[in-house]
């Protein structure tokens, strides 16, 4: 008996001295062969836009391609699900954010992954301003003006999004609870396009999206925005008046953006990646590029994988608060 428990355990010693080499070996060599990038939205998303040039450049920092797969569906879950259950030798990597990561963890009761448990964040990349846009023919001109509006006229008012739990729904949600508005109806939409544009139709009031979907209406004037959804003023419209500022209290309405590997990465391959992350960042043609899609990187502070995961953590608990408040009901 005593000499089979010492075969075990010799067994198990020799298999996990392999697997440590094996994990030395990957972390050494990574990337050895194209990474996977993926995106749990669509073509043409502003997730999908914002990965294409990170992409771009990791692919050049790495040496090795990155390639953009878009999986959409569930709200964005089925692509960070994948991940998730992928293996974990750093060739499948996801593009999470706010949604994905943070909201999705009390939208969902029973939610397909464990942002907190499931991962290991590479690191933070950029944020983009969630903004607060009205029809053009909507008799306001401030927020002071539109949250009496709402207030007196909420029964007959409607509010846009991009699909249940994402961004845009729960930063209308955070307005609209803030007003004190209760009667509001929320009409959801497969992606922000079609949104946009009954927006613009006049056949929804409101809607809050990223930025970046706002800035056609900014140049054309084909809507009003009234504010941008932020604590502080946006150095990308920095004559755009915070929320905050002309009287609703709103916590920060970020999209914010990581990349995040499976968890058990080696850690030399999340070392690398997180260091490649930050050279990309600090490449000024991304950073112009990202501007020209209302897009930040943000400050090389908040670039660390411990940082990433800490910000997780209280963005979890942020915004469940939120959707408790704004009594938004879980899926």
């Excluded at 949604?99 to 942002?115: C, E, G, H, M, R």
């Excluded at 809607?207 to 900014?218: E, I, T």
């Amino acid at each position: 008996m005593r000499l089979f428990l010492r075969m075990r355990i010799a067994c198990v010693a020799c298999w996990l001295a392999l697997a440590a080499t094996l994990a030395t070996a990957t972390a050494q060599t990574w990337p050895s062969r194209f990474v996977t990038l993926v995106v749990p939205f669509g073509a043409g998303s502003a997730s999908d836009t914002v990965a294409r040039i990170l992409a771009a450049r990791l692919s050049e920092l790495l040496g090795q391609q990155m390639i953009v797969e878009n999986v959409a569906g569930g709200g964005g879950m089925v692509g960070v699900s994948r991940v998730a259950k992928a293996a974990p030798d750093g060739y499948q990597v996801v593009l999470g954010g706010v949604d994905t990561f943070a909201q999705s963890q009390y939208l969902f009761k029973n939610p397909v992954i464990n942002a907190m448990a499931d991962f290991a964040p590479a690191g933070l990349a950029v944020e983009q301003p969630l903004v607060l846009v009205v029809r053009k023919d909507l008799p306001v001109n401030n927020v002071r003006e539109f949250a009496g509006y709402v207030k007196a006229n909420q029964s007959k008012m409607t509010f846009g999004s991009a699909g249940v739990g994402a961004a845009p729904h729960l930063a209308c949600y955070m307005v609209t609870a803030a007003i004190g508005a209760t009667a509001v109806t929320h009409v959801p939409y497969r992606s922000s396009a079609p949104a946009l544009q009954d927006l613009v139709a006049g056949t929804i009031d409101y809607y809050c999206p990223v930025s970046v979907a706002a800035m056609p209406l900014m140049a054309n004037s084909s809507a009003k925005v009234l504010a941008v959804l932020t604590r502080e003023r946006s150095p990308l419209f920095p004559d755009l008046p915070t929320a905050a500022e002309q009287g609703l209290d709103v916590v920060d309405g970020y999209y914010w953006m990581g990349l995040f590997l499976p968890k058990g990465a080696p850690e030399g391959v999340v070392t690398t990646l997180n260091k490649a992350i930050g050279a990309m960042l600090d490449t000024p043609a991304v950073q112009a590029r990202l501007k020209d899609v209302a897009t930040t990187a943000v400050p090389p502070a908040q670039r660390s994988t411990a940082y990433l995961q800490k910000y997780v953590e209280t963005e979890i608990v942020k915004w469940a608060g939120i959707m408790k408040a704004s009594n938004v009901p879980q899926q």
